[in-house]
RNA sequence: GUGGAUGUAGCUCAGUUGGUUAGAGCACCAGGUUGUGGCCCUGGGGGUCGUGGGUUCGAGUCCCAUCUUCCACCCCA
């Protein structure tokens, strides 16, 4: 073999891409339920626009993205996440002079250079949701709510909602530096990670798992304490609708996201059993974000949850996805003039919106019985020289062994018929 | 970027202290007499033992490097 695929990618085969267009069937449905259009961007972007739009301290930008330079010497990136080129978009196209808010969605690959693990890959996917023009905090329950209730309608349970209210730009730098001075005079019990943690993200170190860092964490200024008046107002009429939705949820003041441009409303999603990439879904709003990538003050909105590892939560949980059928028929021959007469009929059953497939190999008509059984056709028609004679075809169904001659110019109408029998 | 594990047919794995043409089950293909699947029987194709070096008379088996995959850390979907 010339070479293989690259490290973190994958080829979803047959057998497997069924699972992804159930999943997306099921995503285009809701999307369209709670009225969001469809946005599809480019795979790669300029490079400034996730510099700047996703932060230059996010580990994202740091360590993560596929960069590289193109023909013309321009730096570009393959995109890592969906929401800076969405507010790129929305800007470029002038979608703020549409009516408003603008209520969008998108999935497709992801690109993160990071090392391979159970749920992460360098090249993921994601549906993203994005709403740019609108304060309502019940706009934040309802994004919260549209991404459980994608969870409930592919049949997961057990998830925990995780929420808070990282602030603004009035109070989230006084917070941070609280929470800078708390830790500081602590610095001897932090271990070595939080110590870095310290200047670039000291919300983290109250997350992290060393006994020593929670023990000095004990009665740390917690973000709730410190919300400036607006955005507490905010973050308890979020919770507020959430509880009229019957939402369940847990505040979580550690919470933090990982990506610079969140304010006020933050939430994540956590499945357990999937290891230690446990987190499904997050998102929040970002008020500031379309102002830093040189728009109007126009606020925002949305989450992004990790495809793969919802397909992986979903095996995990048993979860049995629908498996329609590969062919409606399937034609056999058992002889070479009644070969020539199937690529004719074949072709005739297609044009009836009919699934339909032929042996390509100058099989035996048992070889391709076997062949019609493996892949679990229902119906096999057989063709001989005694068919061809009487103008008919032997309709054979697969599940119970019966079989009928079935004249050709009926034939497409009783395959229909049956097909849609089956279904009931 | 760091740490640990892993790598033999399409898949799951055997392969004894290094010793002749590397095996099994499943899968695939073909047969088991006249035009018929799911069970059974028979036969067949398919492997530069991840890759590259090295040690040795001789390496799938030992040593080194490298890559992949898996798991974890950091962080995120």
Redesign the pocket.
């Known amino acids: 073999m010339l070479t293989?695929?690259?490290?973190?990618?994958s080829d979803i085969l047959p057998g497997e891409v069924e699972k992804w267009q159930y999943l997306e069937q099921v995503i285009r449905r809701l999307c369209r339920e709670y009225g969001y259009s469809e946005i599809r961007t480019p795979i790669f972007e300029h490079t400034e626009l996730f510099e700047r739009g996703v932060g230059e301290t996010?580990?994202?930008v740091q360590?993560?993205m596929y960069t590289f330079r193109d023909r013309g010497g321009r730096s570009i990136t393959l995109r890592p996440?969906g929401t800076a080129a969405v507010v790129r978009a929305y800007l470029e196209n002038k979608l703020y002079a549409g009516p408003q808010p603008v209520k969008l969605y998108y999935t497709g690959p992801m690109f993160?250079y990071?090392?391979?693990?159970?749920?992460?890959?360098?090249q993921?996917h994601?549906l993203g949701v994005e709403v740019l023009g609108s304060h309502d905090p019940a706009l934040d329950a309802e994004v919260v709510a549209m991404a459980m209730d994608l969870y409930a309608r592919l049949g997961l349970k057990d998830l925990e909602l995780h929420i808070n209210s990282v602030g603004c730009p009035r109070c989230r730098p006084v917070l941070r530096e609280k929470l800078q001075d708390f830790f500081r005079a602590r610095l001897d019990r932090l271990c070595p990670?939080c110590r870095d943690?310290l200047e670039r993200?000291p919300l983290?170190i109250l997350?992290?798992?060393e006994e020593r860092c929670r023990e000095a964490g004990r009665g740390a200024p917690t973000s709730l304490d410190h919300l400036c008046p607006g955005c507490g107002d905010h973050f308890q009429a979020v919770l507020k609708h959430l509880d009229n939705l019957g939402v369940a949820y847990t505040v979580d003041c550690s919470l933090?996201?990982?990506?610079d441009y969140y304010t006020h409303t933050a939430f994540?999603i956590i499945a357990r059993g999937i290891?230690?990439?446990?987190?499904?879904?997050?998102g929040g709003r970002y008020n500031g974000l379309v102002e830093e990538c040189g728009g109007p003050d126009v606020p925002g909105i949305g989450f992004?949850?990790?495809l793969?590892?919802i397909l992986l939560t979903m095996e995990q949980q048993g979860v049995v996805f629908p498996r329609p059928p590969k062919l409606d028929v399937f034609l056999a021959t058992?002889?070479e003039a009644a070969r020539d007469r199937a690529l004719v009929l074949v072709q005739k059953l297609r044009r009836e919106g009919l699934a339909a497939d032929r042996d390509y190999?100058g099989?035996?008509?048992?070889?391709q019985?076997?062949?019609?059984?493996?892949l679990e056709v229902g119906l096999?028609a057989?063709?001989?020289?005694?068919?061809l004679a009487h103008g008919v075809v032997?309709l054979?169904d697969?599940?119970?062994?019966n079989?009928e001659e079935v004249p050709l110019d009926r034939l497409a109408e009783e395959i229909k018929q049956r097909c849609s029998e089956v279904k009931l």
């Open positions: 293989t695929r690259p490290r973190g990618t996010t580990d994202i360590k993560e996440e993160r990071d090392r391979p693990q159970a749920g992460r890959y360098r993921f994601q990670h943690r993200n983290r997350d992290c798992k933090v996201r990982g990506l994540e290891g230690a990439q446990n987190s499904i879904g997050g992004a949850l990790g793969e590892r058992a002889d190999l099989r035996s008509l048992k070889a019985m076997k062949y019609a059984g493996k096999v057989i063709l001989g020289s005694d068919e032997s054979r697969m599940a119970t062994g079989q």
